[in-house]
């Protein structure tokens, strides 16, 4: 079944929510649409979920160059 970006977009915001356990869910939102240099009110959630799809890739990257 394929899922939709609805879906995909909660998946991965949770699992940026447990890489930053003490941001409250709101504070989430506003950074990732902050990292896609748009307004919280006014990105798509296409462009919210590559913004977070993003980090999280750059995250992984860092996290295999340092070991962590």
Not at 52 to 60: I, K, V
Request: charged share 25%; no cysteine; glycine share 2%.
């Amino acid at each position: 079944m394929k899922t939709s970006n609805s879906e995909q977009l909660l998946d991965t915001l949770m699992e940026l929510q447990s890489r930053y356990p003490n941001w409250r869910f709101g504070q989430l939102v506003a950074n990732v649409s902050d990292w896609a240099n748009q307004n919280v009110w006014d990105i798509e959630d296409t462009d919210l979920l590559a913004a977070a799809e993003e980090h999280l890739e750059t995250l992984s990257q860092h996290n295999e160059k340092t070991g962590a």
